[in-house]
């Protein structure tokens, strides 16, 4: 069934409409997977050749072998450091057995002359006695469109990481490796291939009398939040100074107190039948200010305003989630497969008496979050949702 879309609304946030680009081709994948939890969570992310605002054409200063891996790394720890430190986080502690394996990680990818392949080759036990909460971003980017500079680069890398924005399906998990607040070490890897390619590991995890730092409930709860479409709340202040261009600086400044904090989506917010309220970013309702009815507003992040969740949907002005239809839109024109007769789902998470048949394919262009259960849904037609939990798994069954 192809699904009918209601054209964007006015008003888009800027923000929304930039994209990065990093050349020809960009890989990294993030793993996560813990000593007391058998499952673990994986994501690939391929760069487009262009954005919206820069030519693919456009080269930056071509790096050469010349390249000081041995300065990426010691600068690649530095800046996961300082953005931990941004978000009140301990620093990670660097240590030869972490290190070792990410030289060995990254020499293999480049070795191997077809670069990074969904993480094969992990082992965790290599990593012993740092091996649990054992987590691994890797990645690769063309020498081409960086510069020549370690910090420089090791700058890009960590901002993709935090990004995602070359990430078709997003959950953040680079990000979330990088601010668990359950992990003390880390190790870095770093080869120059000569395909042209520079290869990056970062291997963290804890031994075990870090890891008696925090419980099973914690680390477990946290990971759980993998699975949602937009990343913890937090800050980078290289990566929330690009924002500022087109927009009031005051929206993406998290306030000392916590009253107001954000975190990146992609997507947006629809109002169902009647009006909805907005608010500034201290959460004061607007008195002449209201989305219509029926109507799609572009979204760039969650905030998090004195507690409740709200979207961004123009400069200061936000809409509590509850009182709109969140939803993100990176799954367009994908394919789903319902698993059993599954019920369908109205605007408002209701379920109705229509169903569909066991095995049956429908296209979908949207997924939803209810902000209070994480429970998703996906568009498949005019006010038609089916549960996640009803689809054939994403996971083993990747969507078409």
């Known amino acids: 069934m192809k699904i009918n879309k209601r054209s964007i609304a006015v008003l888009f946030s800027t923000a929304l409409l930039i994209t990065t680009t990093f050349g020809t081709a960009a890989t990294s994948f993030a793993d996560t997977t813990t000593s007391d939890a058998t499952t673990s969570t994986e994501q690939v992310q391929t760069a487009n050749q262009s954005s919206a605002n820069d030519s693919a054409t456009t080269a930056k200063t071509q790096a050469t072998t010349a390249v000081d891996a041995s300065a990426i790394k010691t600068a690649m720890l530095s800046e996961i450091n300082d953005l931990r430190a941004q978000n009140g986080l301990n620093a990670l502690t660097e240590v030869g057995v972490l290190n070792n394996y990410a030289q060995q990680r990254t020499d293999s990818f480049a070795g191997n002359g077809t670069g990074i392949d969904n993480h094969v080759g992990w082992d965790s036990s290599n990593m012993a006695p740092y091996n649990l909460t054992a987590e691994e971003n890797i990645g690769q980017l063309p020498l081409g469109t960086l510069s020549n500079d370690p910090t420089e680069i090791a700058k890009t890398i960590t901002q993709e990481f935090y990004n995602e924005k070359n990430d078709t399906i997003p959950n953040y998990g680079h990000r979330k490796n990088m601010l668990n607040p359950y992990v003390g070490y880390i190790g870095i890897g770093v080869t120059i291939g000569t395909n042209g390619m520079i290869y990056f590991s970062q291997e963290i995890g804890n031994d075990a009398t870090y890891a008696a730092k925090s419980s099973f409930n914690d680390r477990n709860v946290y990971y759980l939040t993998t699975k949602n479409d937009y990343a913890n709340a937090s800050k980078y202040a290289s990566v929330d100074a690009e924002r500022n261009n087109s927009n009031a600086a005051a929206d993406y400044q998290a306030k000392s107190d916590n009253s107001y904090v954000f975190s990146d989506i992609r997507g947006g917010a629809s109002t169902r039948n009647s009006y909805v309220n907005m608010y500034d970013r201290d959460g004061k309702l607007y008195t002449n200010l209201r989305l219509a009815p029926g109507t ?29 239809l969140p939803w993100a839109s990176f799954l367009a024109g994908k394919v789903i497969t319902a698993n059993n007769n599954a019920v369908i789902y109205d605007d408002y998470g209701n379920p109705t008496s229509r169903t569909v048949s066991t095995g049956s394919r429908w296209a979908t262009d949207r997924r939803s979050i209810d902000f209070n259960t994480n429970v998703k849904y996906y568009r498949i037609g005019t006010n038609a949702w089916l549960l996640e939990s009803d689809l054939v798994n994403t996971k083993t069954n990747p969507l078409d």
Not at 297 to 306: K, L, M, R
Not at 313 to 321: D, E, Q, T
């Open 296 to 324: 799609d507003w572009g979204s760039d992040i969650v905030a998090v305003i004195n507690g409740s969740y709200y979207l961004h949907v123009s400069n200061n002005g936000f809409v509590k989630a509850a009182d709109v």
